[in-house]
């Protein structure tokens, strides 16, 4: 059974939504009329100003540098001792974060997946041409015809907008596509 609660599942869902936007954001870059998008990005769209974000907000203590005493210090031992009096604070509250963690007050959440973007050597496919190809494959296009319009291969384009279009919990199968686009699904 799928867990539909805790800290982990409330991360996740904040995540989808924030690549669910983007990919919304895309298609009308794109200038692709919302009523040529599938009904359940239509729909998801419409009910998404009114969707939780989730969050559970932790203030840290608040930092008091030392005092700088000019007559008897210089300004970069003061910085030495300000470094270390801020990282005994900070190194503490992340002590006390992996403790709850630790005994199963806080739930561990899972880091992001990170998109890798070109690299230093332009390998790797751009942010942007991944929700590019993402919102194009939503609209309807196979991925050939995708790699296409794209410098990229066809492998590469369809591993790219996949990972996208996952990370938002939408479909990258064109059937599966075209069956969700007769649902309404949030």
Same mark, same amino acid.
């Given at each position: 059974?799928?867990?539909?609660?805790?800290?982990?599942?409330?991360? $996740?869902?904040?995540?989808?939504?924030?690549?669910? !936007?983007? *990919?919304?954001?895309?298609?009308?870059?794109?200038?692709?009329?919302?009523?040529?998008?599938?009904?359940?990005?239509?729909?998801?769209?419409?009910?998404?100003?009114?969707?939780?974000? #989730?969050?559970?907000?932790?203030?840290?203590?608040? #930092?008091?540098?030392?005092?700088?005493?000019?007559?008897?210090?210089?300004?970069?031992?003061? /910085? $030495?001792?300000?470094?270390?009096?801020?990282? +005994?604070?900070? %190194?503490?509250?992340? +002590?006390?974060?992996?403790?709850?963690?630790?005994?199963?007050? %806080?739930?561990? *959440?899972?880091?992001?997946?990170?998109?890798?973007?070109?690299?230093? !050597?332009?390998?790797?496919?751009?942010?942007?041409?991944?929700? /590019?190809?993402?919102?194009?494959?939503?609209?309807?296009?196979?991925? /050939?015809?995708?790699?296409?319009?794209?410098?990229? %291969?066809?492998? !590469?384009? !369809?591993?790219?907008?996949?990972?996208?279009? +996952?990370?938002?919990?939408?479909?990258? /199968?064109?059937?599966?596509? $075209?069956?969700?686009a007769n649902t309404k699904?949030?």
């Amino acid at each position: 059974m799928v867990s539909v609660s805790g800290q982990a599942w409330a991360a $996740k869902k904040n995540r989808e939504q924030e690549v669910r !936007t983007r *990919i919304v954001r895309t298609l009308q870059e794109l200038a692709i009329p919302a009523t040529e998008w599938p009904d359940f990005i239509q729909s998801w769209q419409v009910n998404a100003p009114h969707q939780q974000r #989730f969050g559970h907000k932790v203030t840290p203590p608040s #930092f008091q540098p030392p005092v700088y005493d000019r007559l008897a210090q210089s300004i970069e031992e003061w /910085k $030495k001792v300000a470094d270390a009096a801020w990282e +005994r604070l900070r %190194d503490h509250f992340v +002590r006390q974060r992996r403790y709850w963690e630790q005994v199963g007050v %806080d739930e561990k *959440i899972p880091p992001a997946t990170k998109t890798r973007g070109p690299g230093k !050597t332009g390998r790797y496919a751009k942010i942007e041409d991944r929700y /590019k190809w993402a919102a194009l494959r939503l609209r309807g296009l196979a991925w /050939k015809e995708i790699a296409a319009q794209s410098p990229a %291969d066809i492998s !590469t384009v !369809t591993k790219a907008a996949t990972q996208v279009l +996952r990370a938002a919990g939408w479909p990258a /199968k064109l059937s599966a596509i $075209k069956a969700a686009a007769n649902t309404k699904a949030t």
